[in-house]
């Protein structure tokens, strides 16, 4: 089942903050973010593994409440070249799943000067 | 600096033509998926192999959809015919496949027009 992200977009102006969740229906023990500029493949950013753990990423960072099977992803002064759509993966658990996500519908994100 | 490549980067063509694409993985790696993107629906998994098995393709439509991995370091996804809604970018993906932690490693993916 398909996690669900929201804000579907958002503006900013360059130095602003922004946070872009993602939210599932069922168990989670692990959450994968992707960044996709413009005409370009998504990109690998960080796994947030159960534990709630924290990671980082430049000045991106994530976190990650397997309890509320959610997590969020926290852009601190944003800058222009954060503009892109990202993306939330939720791994299948176990078989011959295991290593299949299933991404969420994305969230574009859109800094100006 | 290893990447996954995919060949072509672009392709037009006419409705019931046979459209072949072509993807490398990054060496070593055991997984391979095959990804469609469009507006409408995001990005959907299509098939999925490990050590070039197919373990997952309900996401393809099967009557003119096919994916295989002749060897390890080549996997295809056919079309035949074509039809105009199978407009979009398609993109491979590899991986470990190890764990819940590992990563999908994009390729730059093949845009297809079918006109």
């Known amino acids: 089942q398909q996690p669900v992200q929201s804000p579907q977009a958002v503006i900013l102006r360059e130095g602003e903050d922004a946070v872009i969740n993602c939210s599932s229906s069922?168990?989670?023990?692990?959450v994968h973010w992707y960044r996709q500029k413009h005409g370009e493949a998504p990109v690998f950013l960080m796994i947030?593994?159960?534990?709630?753990e924290q990671k980082g990423h430049e000045k991106i960072s994530a976190s990650f409440n397997e309890k509320k099977q959610q997590s969020s992803l926290y852009l601190t002064a944003s800058q222009l070249s954060y503009s892109g759509t990202y993306f939330c993966?939720?791994?299948?658990?176990?078989?011959?799943?295991?290593?299949?996500?299933?991404f969420g519908q994305g969230t574009i994100l859109t800094v100006h000067p | 600096d290893a990447r996954v490549t995919q060949t072509p980067r672009d392709k037009v063509t006419e409705m019931g033509q046979e459209v072949t694409m072509r993807c490398q993985p990054i060496?070593?790696?055991?997984?391979v998926f095959w990804y469609r993107q469009t507006m409408m629906q995001g990005l959907e998994l299509l098939a999925y192999?490990?050590?070039?098995?197919?373990?997952?393709d309900s996401g393809m439509p099967k009557d003119r959809f096919s994916a295989e991995m002749p060897d390890a370091t080549l996997a295809t996804l056919k079309i035949q015919p074509s039809e105009p809604r199978d407009s979009a970018v398609y993109f491979c993906?590899?991986?470990?496949?190890?764990?819940?932690?590992?990563?999908?490693?994009f390729g730059p993916g093949t845009r297809l027009l079918v006109l």
């Open positions: 993906a590899s991986g470990l496949g190890a764990a819940a932690e590992e990563t999908q490693y």
């Open positions: 069922k168990a989670l023990y692990s």
């Open positions: 947030l593994l159960k534990g709630g």
């Open positions: 993966g939720t791994p299948h658990a176990g078989g011959t799943s295991y290593g299949k996500l299933t």
């Open positions: 060496l070593g790696h055991n997984t």
């Open positions: 192999f490990r050590n070039r098995a197919p373990l997952d």
